[in-house]
């Protein structure tokens, strides 16, 4: 086992899930609300990729921040403990610059979630969403649809 890696415990990734990240720079891709995992940036640390908060009011104040990404999408997180661990952003997918003979971006078709799971829903709607009595709790499929964001 590397230094790193004794370092970056199942302790420290979920601190980190806990207390969210604050990004140095606004990440302009990042999803907001909708269904899916929204609200979340993937993280690549020690070649594990995990979902981080980055969109709820306690980033404002958590002690974890990341550096703007440089080529590769590399950077760094800083604890305000002064430790510095650096990590890893996935880049965009290329084929969301694509569009369909209609127009339609391949992004609003399937969306990449993390670095390696491809996520598409083929029912943008459900019965149970516009009454809130009886829909999940959890669900925000109407969200991505209402926002433009799928098709």
Same mark, same amino acid.
């Given at each position: ?5 004794? &370092?970056?415990?199942? +302790? &420290? ?5 806990? +207390? ?10 990042a999803r907001r609300g ?12 020690? $070649? ?15 002690? =974890? ?23 890893? =952003?996935?880049?965009?997918?290329? =084929? ?6 209609? $127009? ?17 829903t083929v029912l943008q ?12 709790? =959890? ?5 991505s649809l209402e926002a $433009?964001?799928?098709?």
């Amino acid at each position: 086992m590397n230094e790193l890696s004794s &370092f970056i415990s199942p +302790q &420290f990734i979920t601190e980190l899930q806990s +207390q969210g990240l604050r990004l140095e720079e606004p990440d302009k891709n990042a999803r907001r609300g909708g269904a899916g995992p929204s609200d979340l940036k993937a993280v690549t640390i020690d $070649g594990r990729t995990v979902m981080i908060p980055i969109f709820k009011s306690s980033e404002n104040e958590s002690p =974890f921040v990341a550096c703007t990404p440089k080529e590769h999408g590399i950077s760094y997180i800083r604890h305000s403990s002064g430790r510095v661990i650096p990590v890893s =952003f996935p880049s965009q997918p290329r =084929f969301y610059d694509l569009k369909t003979s209609d $127009g339609i971006p391949y992004s609003h078709i399937a969306t990449l979630h993390s670095s390696d799971v491809l996520a598409t829903t083929v029912l943008q709607s459900c019965v149970r969403y516009t009454n809130r009595k009886k829909s999940c709790q =959890f669900c925000a499929i109407g969200q991505s649809l209402e926002a $433009g964001r799928t098709i």
